[in-house]
């Protein structure tokens, strides 16, 4: 026998490669562990926090239901939109009208239970978001932005007008203390202790804005896997391919556009139980201004058009960053100066999140959730035998 015929005989055959399914098995129970451990975590935070910090999380979680619902028109569905900020301040108007006593002579108000309240400032800014669907379904890129636009300024109009419902410039309203089922997210009502240490309203509002943000969460994630994002990604890529394919491009965008609003429309209603107020802006530029719409985008940016866990790290920058440097600017003097010219938490993370969008948008288009793909490629790789 020859040496050719005895080395085919003694080589082994080489080993086949597992299932694409097999090996991503254990990656999806690792992340499904990770995601179990950070919301332990997210629990525990109450326990041992004070209030201030408990807080700056609260605002950081209504940026991060903002931001899902921004990330999923403009990075899912394509469709650029400057008009985030409308719909929260729809999303707050609906839910203290709603949820406002009846009888008031100032303002409006329906009575209603605030957590069917919570829910019905969802629908009103789904179905706002809705009625401009025939404008985003006929427009695209920049026009539609610009088009968006007009609906912030649309919202300054309306809360400065429209007194009856919003309270006005001067004074604003406060919203009814939110509870569910009866119980009172608030001081009021029974004592509750966890480890010794007593749940009150800050507290109490933390674990419910942490529902709020894991449904939100969780929703946008099927949605995505499901056969809506795959309709939505589709128009995205190609509108006239995926009308070949039997996907209807307006009912995509409407779709798309009105989902987004109702995230909207959540965060805003959380926004006002945060600030235990509706205020209307007096410019163009406050709570519900173009400076929102424009964080709200950069969120989404940084944290990588179309990933949904992408838009919680971007909020986790954008809305968090200003918590914190607030906090801890007052225990060491920091960014105390006032008036023109000096340097304030906001302004500090304006600058900073201003050099992150330049920076993702030079070196890295697909954001953080981008990096975060190419370091996990990167450790399931084997290591090259020598």
Do not use: C
């Given at each position: 026998?020859?040496?050719?015929?005895?080395?085919?005989?003694?080589?082994?055959?080489?080993?086949?490669?597992?299932?694409?399914?097999?090996?991503?098995?254990?990656?999806?129970?690792?992340?499904?562990?990770?995601?179990?451990?950070?919301?332990?975590?997210?629990?525990?935070?109450?326990?041992?926090?004070?209030?201030?910090?408990?807080?700056?999380?609260?605002?950081?979680?209504?940026?991060?239901?903002?931001?899902?619902?921004?990330?999923?028109?403009?990075?899912?569905?394509?469709?650029?939109?400057?008009?985030?900020?409308?719909?929260?301040?729809?999303?707050?108007?609906?839910?203290?009208?709603?949820?406002?006593?009846?009888?008031?002579?100032?303002?409006?108000?329906?009575?209603?239970?605030?957590?069917?309240?919570?829910?019905?400032?969802?629908?009103?800014?789904?179905?706002?978001?809705?009625?401009?669907?025939?404008?985003?379904?006929?427009?695209?890129?920049?026009?539609?932005?610009?088009?968006?636009?007009?609906?912030?300024?649309?919202?300054?109009?309306?809360?400065?007008?429209?007194?009856e419902l919003t309270g006005g410039t001067s004074t604003g309203?406060?919203?009814?203390?939110?509870?569910?089922?009866?119980?009172?997210?608030?001081?009021?009502?029974?004592?509750?202790?966890?480890?010794?240490?007593?749940?009150?309203?800050?507290?109490?509002?933390?674990?419910?804005?942490?529902?709020?943000?894991?449904?939100?969460?969780?929703?946008?994630?099927?949605?995505?896997?499901?056969?809506?994002?795959?309709?939505?990604?589709?128009?995205?890529?190609?509108?006239?391919?995926?009308?070949?394919?039997?996907?209807?491009?307006?009912?995509?965008?409407?779709?798309?556009?009105?989902?987004?609003?109702?995230?909207?429309?959540?965060?805003?209603?959380?926004?006002?139980?945060?600030?235990?107020?509706?205020?209307?802006?007096?410019?163009?530029?406050?709570?519900?201004?173009?400076?929102?719409?424009?964080?709200?985008?950069?969120?989404?940016?940084?944290?990588?058009?179309?990933?949904?866990?992408?838009?919680?790290?971007?909020?986790?920058?954008?809305?968090?960053?200003?918590?914190?440097?607030?906090?801890?600017?007052?225990?060491?003097?920091?960014?105390?100066?006032?008036?023109?010219?000096?340097?304030?938490?906001?302004?500090?993370?304006?600058?900073?999140?201003?050099?992150?969008?330049?920076?993702?948008?030079?070196?890295?288009?697909?954001?953080?959730?981008?990096?975060?793909?190419?370091?996990?490629?990167?450790?399931?790789?084997?290591?090259?035998?020598?």
């Open positions: 026998m020859s040496d050719q015929a005895v080395s085919e005989v003694d080589t082994p055959p080489p080993a086949a490669e597992p299932p694409r399914e097999a090996r991503r098995g254990p990656a999806r129970l690792v992340r499904k562990a990770a995601w179990l451990a950070l919301l332990v975590v997210l629990l525990a935070l109450p326990l041992y926090l004070d209030a201030a910090w408990l807080k700056a999380g609260q605002y950081m979680m209504i940026g991060a239901v903002g931001a899902i619902g921004l990330t999923l028109v403009v990075g899912q569905a394509g469709q650029l939109s400057l008009a985030h900020a409308f719909f929260l301040l729809a999303g707050g108007t609906a839910y203290t009208v709603l949820s406002g006593p009846t009888g008031d002579e100032r303002v409006a108000g329906f009575g209603l239970d605030p957590g069917l309240s919570l829910l019905g400032a969802v629908v009103v800014a789904a179905l706002l978001g809705l009625a401009f669907a025939p404008v985003a379904g006929r427009l695209r890129g920049i026009y539609l932005g610009v088009a968006s636009l007009a609906l912030v300024f649309l919202g300054l109009y309306f809360g400065q007008s429209a007194e309203r406060t919203p009814a203390s939110f509870s569910l089922f009866g119980f009172p997210f608030t001081n009021d009502g029974p004592e509750i202790s966890l480890l010794g240490v007593p749940i009150r309203q800050a507290e109490r509002m933390w674990y419910l804005f942490l529902l709020l943000t894991v449904l939100a969460f969780v929703i946008a994630r099927g949605a995505v896997r499901g056969r809506v994002g795959r309709s939505w990604r589709a128009v995205r890529d190609n509108e006239a391919a995926a009308a070949v394919m039997g996907v209807s491009v307006l009912r995509a965008k409407a779709g798309a556009f009105a989902v987004s609003s109702a995230y909207g429309g959540l965060a805003g209603a959380m926004t006002v139980l945060w600030f235990d107020i509706l205020k209307p802006d007096e410019s163009e530029f406050g709570t519900y201004g173009i400076n929102v719409s424009i964080a709200y985008l950069a969120m989404v940016i940084i944290g990588g058009l179309g990933s949904v866990p992408g838009a919680l790290v971007g909020a986790l920058i954008v809305n968090g960053l200003p918590q914190v440097l607030a906090l801890y600017s007052a225990d060491l003097g920091w960014f105390s100066g006032t008036g023109d010219g000096a340097l304030t938490p906001i302004l500090v993370s304006s600058f900073v999140y201003g050099a992150a969008i330049v920076l993702v948008v030079l070196f890295e288009p697909g954001g953080l959730a981008a990096i975060g793909r190419r370091l996990t490629r990167l450790r399931r790789q084997p290591p090259e035998e020598s």
